[in-house]
């Protein structure tokens, strides 16, 4: 079937486009984009014409997120996970190996591909892990899991446990030309930390994990994607100082490149303390950290160090989350918050432009991983996200589709919402709330 998009601003920095486009979808792909589409061309279809302030961009991509299955079912599942990252406004998400079993064999990887086959929603790309069993000692078999669909490498969850082994990794991605996304984080430094090092911490009586804990790592990857022309993606960046490093490794040629998560460029450990002292929602791995490494993430987000905004969605259980701060488990939830947020916090002020953040959200990631999706160019798979600028939306963990409610937004209030969710073509989520009138589910 076709359906013919009228009416709305297009955002597609691929192909420079930020105006009044329509936008004709055949199937499962985009035709046509242009001014001023004759209703014609939807050949009797639906012909949809968008209220003012509804944005039609490339589907967004969160190329961090853990979805929990096989073996943590009880945090999510695929089904659920691509359930929230659709009301989320993502059309795909990349999946992080530390299941269990990990995914370090054709056989989880295939797993995870055919419930997400199953659930049909969003497209799923796992991430294979670097060692067995994310061990840290033996390398996986990383041209096997390549074959089975893993679009990249990590053991994330932790670091790869030596220099030997990242050396290792990054020269055999390099074969094959995909990234390396590690997980920064020194372990000696990190010890039994659980919070940010520093004033607030300390006055809680928290341990404490210091920036450079991160920063080190990140160095040291820099360095042996330097070394061996491997590509290494940092991962959840918190810290000024792997900033840095980032942008000197940048400065120099080599291919590194890196992603914040929304809480690290929205909150700081000041909340640890209030307004609910030791809430378990504030505590992620790497930690929320003080106002100089925010404003930090803020900056390399408008200047362009900042390659792409993922979420690291990590549902946990409200019975785990809801024990003393430092038995808890890291981890936030995500896919559903990331849009409200970056609109409001990023847009909405200026601080940059909405092509800006479809190439964050969009273009990068899918650059970064080699998958489909971060334009509209016509033939492309009709993979789109559609925005809603103004309409304001407060978060409630209860209405959330993520099977875990674990979040640090309960109750705020956000301008800038998703309107609707397009995968191949196919509406998987339309929120009716910001008047979008999609017919038939095709
Ligand atoms: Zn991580
Ligand atoms: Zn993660």
Redesign the pocket.
């Known amino acids: 079937m076709k359906r013919l998009f009228k009416g709305a601003r297009v955002v597609d920095p691929v192909n420079g486009r930020d105006g009044a486009f329509d936008v004709l979808v055949d199937g499962d792909r985009i035709a046509r984009v242009d001014r001023d589409l004759p209703a014609s061309l939807a050949d009797g279809s639906e012909v949809v014409t968008l209220p003012a302030g509804l944005v039609i961009c490339p589907g967004f991509i969160d190329m961090h997120v853990h979805l929990r299955e096989p073996g943590q079912e009880h945090k999510e599942t695929v089904a659920t996970g691509v359930a929230s990252a659709v009301a989320g406004g993502f059309t795909a998400v990349a999946c992080m190996p530390n299941t269990n079993p990990v995914n370090d064999n054709a056989g989880v990887t295939r797993l995870i591909l055919q419930k997400a086959q199953e659930a049909n929603l969003a497209r799923v790309y796992p991430i294979g892990a670097v060692s067995r069993g994310q061990k840290g000692e033996q390398l996986a078999d990383i041209a096997e899991l390549r074959e089975a669909g893993c679009v990249a490498f990590t053991d994330?969850?932790h670091p790869i446990a030596t220099a030997m082994l990242a050396r290792r990794t990054l020269e055999y991605t390099s074969m094959f030309g995909i990234p390396v996304i590690e997980?920064c984080e020194d372990p000696s430094l990190k010890a039994d930390g659980c919070a940010h090092e520093g004033p607030n911490a300390a006055a809680l009586g928290l341990k404490g994990i210091p920036g450079v804990a991160e920063a080190i790592t990140a160095s040291r990857d820099i360095l042996l994607a330097e070394m061996t022309g491997g590509h290494v993606h940092i991962?959840?960046m918190s810290a000024w100082t792997t900033l840095e490093a980032v942008r000197q490794g940048k400065s120099r040629g080599v291919k590194v490149t890196c992603e914040v998560a929304p809480h690290h460029f929205t909150l700081t450990d000041e909340l640890l303390g209030a307004p609910i002292p030791y809430d378990t929602n504030t505590k992620m791995?790497p930690p929320l950290r003080e106002t100089r490494d925010r404003d930090a993430m803020l900056a390399g987000i408008i200047d362009g160090s900042v390659d792409v905004i993922a979420t690291?969605h990590a549902p946990h259980a409200a019975d785990e989350k809801n024990v003393e701060f430092d038995r808890a488990p890291f981890g936030i939830v995500g896919l559903e918050t990331a849009i409200p947020i970056s609109l409001h916090t990023l847009v909405h002020p200026g601080l940059i432009t909405l092509s800006r953040l479809v190439e964050l959200m969009s273009v990068n990631p899918a650059r970064i991983l080699s998958v489909t999706g971060g334009s509209l160019s016509e033939g492309a798979p009709a993979d789109i996200t559609i925005l809603d600028l103004e309409r304001t939306v407060t978060i409630d963990r209860a209405r959330l589709r993520s099977k875990s409610k674990n979040t640090p937004y309960h109750g705020w209030t956000f301008r800038g919402a998703v309107a609707a969710t397009l995968v191949a073509g196919r509406v998987v989520f339309a929120d009716e709330a910001s008047g979008v009138s999609l017919g038939a589910r095709g």
Request: glycine letters at 14%; charged letters at 30%; zero cysteines.
């Open positions: 994330d969850g997980h991962a959840h791995n690291d």
